[in-house]
């Protein structure tokens, strides 16, 4: 071969091999410019799914029951500071909340048990409106009403007027708890007498600029109420109906807005199955399936929400899971668009993690609860979650504020429990919606590890994000979003640190990993 033909073969491959290379070239730029898809491939990324919407968010609330019928009368600048933990929606100069915001509260409606002082703890007696000569004295519960416009004052829009026993002058046994055991302790000629009682209670407190949004005429029905340690009384579900639907028409009839709230469960699993209480069981079929002879769903004034308390269902694991699995699948088979709302819990019971007895103002009930609210939230799809007791006198893990056992005066202190509460309640406000958080690499529902829920706002202008870090280690979260971006995140921290209370730390710029500390809880706000 000649050297002009080897020079002339040479110049062409080389010619080609450019061009080749040119080309690949292109296809690679071509590829790294596109828009690539979230992946939750990397290590500790978790995806936050703008475009699956989950249910609704109403409400987080507690109970005025029984120690705010004291507190309420003791010196202004103590309860305005319980009031401020409780409800305040303001910052300090360093943007630290002030307070929890609470969105609802529940207000104890007295059967009057203070007058008889047959309950064995005087603390857990209450006034009555209702006088023995059937006339009313509304100067009653002064205490209870004042943090009831104490939380209207700071934005609380959304009240719960509960009876836990009819007022002693309708009962049975004229005593605000039951004798039997099995039947409610009314009699079905007081009835009407009971629905125009809650019906009057209802205008005053409208009259008096605070209005109820919900009656909550039924607490705990499955249990038998006869001890005399606090007001209550058994409802079977006939007796539930046969009262709503008698208040329903009192209502219409006195054209009053309030809504009748059901039919908080003494347990979970009574809303799906009957269980040991075959007649006091099995509530939401039996309210809200339209082939149920106890049908009350097609009432103007009964909201479209079952209620139920987590009591008895918060552990061990599998039974805090398996129990809310159950009630997101029995929700849907409801005739109308049923919501679920947990309405009351504390450390109850033999079978709780953490021993219920017992003062704890620290980081282990918090997280232990915060673990709850995960699940109810995101397992179970509530609606509304509410603590019972917001200020306790006891020695017990029942109150998010302890305060001394004193009529007149006292000291008041916050708990961590408290503040653990507040990373879901001060920034998943009423109307926001949760969203499905997944990840290739962890579990975001480990009870051990690190639960992971998000909501958007209602305004959809906010992205809510609450990581509850149960682990004994710090945890490295890179937190990525698909059918909505957002640009910087501003965390709050609970923590066993001193200043550790929903404490904002720096902000941190989308697509960075966010550390959680261990044994803590961070609540990310991010603007979509």
């Keep these: 071969m000649n050297i002009s033909l080897l020079s002339l073969k040479k110049s062409l491959q080389w010619t080609l091999i450019s061009l080749l290379s040119f080309t690949l070239l292109l296809a690679s730029c071509s590829i790294h410019n596109q828009k690539q898809p979230q992946t939750s491939s990397i290590k ?9 919407r989950q249910q609704y968010i109403r409400n ?31 910052n300090d100069a360093n943007g630290k909340p002030k307070g929890i915001g609470l969105s609802c509260w529940r207000f104890n409606i007295g059967a009057g048990s203070m007058t008889q002082n047959n309950i064995s703890d005087e603390w857990r007696q209450t006034e009555g409106f209702l006088k023995s000569d059937m006339s009313y004295d509304w100067s009653k519960q002064s205490g209870q009403r004042w943090f009831m416009l104490a939380a209207k004052q700071r934005g609380v829009e959304q009240f719960i007027g509960f009876t836990n026993s009819p007022p002693v002058q309708l009962t049975k046994n004229g005593k605000a708890f039951s004798s039997n055991g099995e039947q409610a302790n009314i009699a079905p000629e007081n009835y009407i007498a009971f629905a125009k009682f809650l019906a009057d209670v209802s205008r005053q407190f409208s009259s008096d600029g605070v209005p109820f949004t919900y009656l909550s005429p039924f607490n705990e029905p499955q249990w ?6 606090q007001e209550g009384t058994p409802y079977t579900n006939t007796e539930i109906t046969a009262i709503t639907k008698i208040l329903d028409s009192v209502l219409t009839a006195q054209n009053l807005s309030v809504k009748i709230k059901l039919a908080e469960a003494a347990k979970l699993n009574y809303l799906y199955e009957k269980a040991d209480k075959p007649t006091r069981g099995e ?4 309210f809200f399936n339209n082939q149920s002879p106890l049908y009350v769903g097609n009432l103007s004034h009964v909201d479209k929400v079952i209620s139920g308390h987590s009591y008895f269902t918060s552990a061990p694991a599998e039974i805090l899971k398996s129990v809310r699995q159950k009630v997101a699948t029995a929700i849907p088979t409801a005739s109308v668009p049923l919501e679920f709302w947990q309405s009351e819990y504390c450390l109850l019971g033999d079978q709780e993690e953490v021993t219920p007895s017992g003062k704890d103002t620290g980081m282990t009930p918090a997280l232990y609860v915060a673990r709850l609210i995960h699940h109810d939230l995101a397992i179970a799809n509530a609606s509304a979650w509410h603590w019972w007791l917001a200020v306790t006198a006891y020695d017990y893990k029942d109150g998010l504020i302890y305060a001394t056992k004193n009529k007149t005066d006292g ?28 990840s290739d690499n962890r579990d975001v529902n480990n009870v051990n590890g690190v639960m992971i829920s998000s909501y958007v706002s209602a305004d959809e202008k906010q992205l809510i994000t609450v990581l509850v870090n149960n682990s004994n280690s710090d945890a490295n979260i890179l937190p990525q979003t698909e059918g909505g971006s957002v640009q910087k995140w501003k965390p709050y921290l609970t923590g066993s640190g001193t200043d550790e209370t929903l404490k904002p730390l720096a902000t941190i710029a989308a697509g960075q990993s966010i550390t959680i500390p261990k044994k803590s809880i961070v609540t990310l706000i991010g603007d979509i």
């Excluded at 038998?224 to 340690?229: A, L, S």
């Design 224 to 229: 038998d109420w006869t001890g005399n340690g």
């Design 411 to 438: 000291q008041v202190e916050e708990t961590r429990l408290m503040w653990a509460v507040g990373n879901f309640s001060r920034f998943i406000r009423p109307g926001s919606q949760r969203v499905t958080v997944t």
């Design 44 to 52: 500790n990324s978790v995806i936050i799914h703008l475009d699956q």
């Design 60 to 90: 987080f609330g507690a109970s005025d029951a029984w120690t705010c019928q004291f507190i309420g009368n003791w010196p202004q600048a103590k309860k305005e500071q319980v009031a401020d933990w409780l409800f305040s929606m303001e």
């Design 283 to 286: 509530q939401i079929y039996t």
